[in-house]
């Protein structure tokens, strides 16, 4: 018996892969700052509970595959609110976020196609292409540039007669850039140009900071054809474990075919449903509060991040993460020590290594990834650990140089 060569190519998910450490590490009795997953401590608003208790069926039914008539109105009023007016039959509600891109991914992609993606990515991209038969085409971005990527020429060079696509997140995951109109509009002329679908991520939406106004590709009348939005009210409404998300564009044939994939699973969750309807139907002062935190946390770990010698990153304009570039040789053999080694007064941290967020093979290998989704004491905590860790670290590399030197 054989399994795929699909599954086979497929990376492990690099945030769980270190579950073994940090469960050690509490063995050992540390107390771990979690700095590694996307999971916000912000509390999921009341009404999308209160929406499932009031629901009165006494049948937990199959929904329409596209999704109830209920959310589906309630996601069209939400992106009226951003001038984007999108009909019934262009929202299709899925199980996540997470199955929007897998669909649209399966969609597009036959064996051997093409799908630009600015490396470093949301590493579970590389899992939906890979399970699609396409293949990643990383367009890399550097640290030193603040991970910005709408640059034509360097599109330009990565494109062959199999690229069908580009895969963006905006706000982004893990770099927290956020495209300019301007970024935008050559972005999408160069789809239009090179005959391409954009697949633009937008579940960060409301997480853009400093009084500035998110656009997305929505808004942009002349690529909207081939534009697909994925959204999901897993980060927006602190909502992850509801399984929602939403699939809208005007492209009609795509439309009709995602729909052949949604109705192979038949439905999403219908309670979920229920509880993601009231989310969306929330008033858009909702966000202010929640975004006014995270900006404020965002501050507080850049504040705590300069302190840091030889340290490498961006103030990220959106979404709840950052990138660092560290002074070491392999951010993964750091936290690995760090995990086994290291404590200050019983106290350690966990972080993501970003090797795993980039396709091209030893890139990204000094970075980390840091998700600002603690309050901000324990932030400015959590980021003092990676400090003082470091500075024991090099302490033992330098000891060790001198054992090497002296034997
Ligand atoms: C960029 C991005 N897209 C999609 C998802 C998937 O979200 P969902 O929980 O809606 O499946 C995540 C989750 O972390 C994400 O960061």
Not at 19 to 27: D, N, V
Not at 187 to 214: C, H, P, Q, T
Not at 310 to 321: I, N, Q, R, S
Not at 365 to 376: G, K, M, P, Q, T
Request: charged share 30%.
């Amino acid at each position: 018996m054989r399994l795929s060569k699909k599954i086979r190519g497929i990376k492990p998910s690099p945030i769980r892969k270190f579950f073994k450490y940090t469960e050690a590490a509490k063995r050992a009795g540390k107390k771990l700052y979690f700095l590694n997953i996307g999971q916000p401590d912000v509390k999921t608003p009341a009404v999308f509970m209160e929406a499932i208790r009031n629901d009165l069926r006494e049948i937990v039914e199959y929904g329409p595959s596209a999704g109830s008539p209920e959310l589906i109105e309630a996601v069209r009023d939400y992106y009226r609110r951003y001038g984007m007016d999108f009909s019934q039959d262009e929202v299709l509600i899925t199980c996540g976020g997470s199955e929007a891109l897998r669909f649209v991914i399966d969609c597009i992609c036959d064996d051997g196609d093409e799908i630009i993606v600015p490396e470093p990515f949301y590493t579970n991209y590389g899992a939906f292409v890979r399970a699609s038969g396409g293949v990643i085409v990383p367009l890399t971005t550097r640290a030193e540039e603040g991970y910005r990527y709408a640059d034509r020429d360097a599109l330009e060079r990565l494109v062959t007669p199999r690229t069908k696509a580009l895969l963006l997140t905006n706000p982004g995951n893990p770099t927290g850039v956020v495209l300019t109109r301007d970024e935008m509009e050559r972005i999408g002329a160069f789809a239009r140009e090179n005959d391409l679908f954009i697949i633009s991520d937008e579940v960060y939406r409301e997480f853009v900071y400093d009084n500035k106004a998110m656009s997305g590709f929505g808004q942009i009348a002349d690529i909207a054809d081939r534009t697909v939005i994925i959204d999901s009210v897993s980060k927006r409404f602190s909502a992850c474990g509801a399984r929602i998300g939403v699939a809208l564009s005007k492209n009609k044939d795509l439309m009709e075919n995602l729909l052949k994939l949604a109705q192979s699973r038949l439905c999403a969750p219908t309670l979920d449903q229920v509880g993601a309807a009231a989310l969306y139907r929330l008033p858009p002062d909702y966000f202010d509060a929640v975004r006014a935190e995270f900006e404020r946390r965002r501050n507080a770990v850049c504040e705590e991040l300069s302190k840091i010698d030889g340290a490498v990153f961006t103030k990220p304009p959106g979404a709840f993460y950052i990138m660092v570039k560290l002074p070491v040789d392999d951010a993964e053999e750091f936290l690995l020590w760090l995990l086994e080694n290291f404590d200050d007064e019983g106290e350690s941290v966990m972080f993501t290594p970003a090797e795993d967020f980039y396709a091209t093979e030893g890139l990204g290998r000094s970075e980390i990834r840091i998700a600002y989704v603690l309050n901000e004491r324990d932030l400015r905590r959590a980021t003092e650990l990676i400090r003082l860790a470091l500075s024991a670290w090099r302490g033992t590399l330098a000891d060790a140089s001198r054992r090497v030197g002296t034997g």
